[in-house]
T-cell receptor, first 114, second 112 residues
């Protein structure tokens, strides 16, 4: 099925470990974003990309890196996991000309850092 | 002040009731507005875009008041399946990928 695919769905990390959350979309969307969702905080933008080779920081970028080598993939890297990064992570995408049509979200990655 | 503020809820209503959610936003230059629905432990899904003239989709009606920087969502004839968290979302600049700002959500439970 077309859409946004995130892997893994669940992950437990130890403090200081690194890992990459994967995000892929097959809708040829130019815009892709990573959000984290914490109780009572709403979704907060971590990093975003407006096309292959172009990325920029969002509201809460510290501790995370991204790259966009292809239109389809937008991985999020945690450099050195901290308990404060325990959260649910969502990847989202939309077409460039679809500002009024909202974003399509992946099913999320639930990350626990111990 | 949060950029997007919503009624905290939770709202517990009986089946068939009409319920309204409110949302205010702080950036007067905001261009695009949306309501998303999020089921428990699921991803947000677009419910409807909100247009200046107001718009309706079946039992759902969205209104935008730019002068008051206020958005509303009205659900008529509530169904059990409407139980979810409703997120107010604002895009301050048309076409901007950066500033899609989410409210923290209003939880709705429709009771049998």
């Amino acid at each position: 099925n077309a859409g946004v695919t995130q892997t893994p769905k669940f992950q437990v990390l130890k403090t200081g470990q690194s890992m990459t959350l994967q995000c892929a979309q097959d809708m040829n969307h130019e815009y892709m974003s990573w959000y984290r969702q914490d109780p009572g905080m709403g979704l907060r933008l971590i990093h975003y990309s407006v096309g292959a080779g172009i990325t920029d920081q969002g509201e809460v970028p510290n501790g995370y890196n991204v790259s966009r080598s292809t239109t389809e993939d937008f991985p999020l890297r945690l450099l050195s996991a901290a308990p404060s990064q325990t959260s649910v992570y969502f990847c989202a995408s939309r077409g460039q000309g679809a500002a009024n049509y909202g974003y399509t979200f992946g099913s999320g990655t639930r990350l626990t850092v111990v | 002040r949060k950029e997007v503020e919503q009624d905290p809820g939770p709202f517990n209503v009986p089946e068939g009731a009409t319920v309204a959610f409110n949302c205010t936003y702080s950036n007067s230059a905001s261009q695009s507005f949306f309501w998303y629905r999020q089921d428990c432990r699921k991803e947000p899904k677009l419910l409807m875009s909100v247009y200046s003239s107001g718009n309706e989709d079946g039992r759902f009606t969205a209104q935008l008041n730019r002068a008051s920087q206020y958005i509303s969502l009205l659900i008529r004839d509530s169904k059990l399946s409407d139980s979810a968290t409703y997120l107010c979302v604002v895009n301050p600049r048309s076409g901007s990928a950066r500033q899609l700002t989410f409210g923290s959500g209003t939880q709705l439970t429709v009771l049998p």
